[in-house]
């Protein structure tokens, strides 16, 4: 059964998720969420996530979301190579500082320039 990402591709999270798969060449299902369109609102996608964000995978009867747990799981899944997240704890434990602090220093001010993108797509 094929990995199902549930996504956008203005959302860094989402393009983190998407990036991994494609350098390591996974095979996956793209599940288009439209979130200029509120599909995220929708009782199908929060069945899934109920904060209604995302991106969201799918890998069989599993649901997964926040995007560092997602990358986590699948390095840990794939088992791919150790540049990617290392086994060793000091070095692991690096990354996951990096990954901690990305989300309040610079996802801040990316997820700035996408909610200024979606008010202007929705006042046109």
């Known amino acids: 059964m094929v990995l ?12 983190a998720v998407l990036l991994l ?12 969420v439209d979130l200029m369109k509120g599909k995220q609102n929708e009782a199908d996608f929060l069945a ?26 699948i390095c840990a899944k794939y088992k791919l ?5 290392p086994a060793d704890l000091k ?3 690096r990354v996951d500082q990096y990954m901690a602090w990305q989300h309040t ?9 996408f909610v200024a993108k979606v008010r202007q797509l929705r006042i046109i």
């Open 48 to 73: 899934l996530n109920p904060s209604g964000s995302v991106p969201v995978i799918v890998d069989g009867d599993f649901v997964l979301t926040e995007s560092v747990a997602i990358l986590k799981y």
């Open 105 to 113: 220093a610079t996802r801040k001010h990316g997820s700035a320039v």
């Open 21 to 32: 798969l494609k350098a390591n060449k996974i095979p996956y299902e793209d599940c288009h």
């Open 81 to 85: 190579a150790d540049h990617w997240y």
């Open 4 to 15: 199902k990402v549930y996504n956008h591709t203005l959302s860094q999270p989402c393009r």
């Open 91 to 93: 070095q692991r434990a």
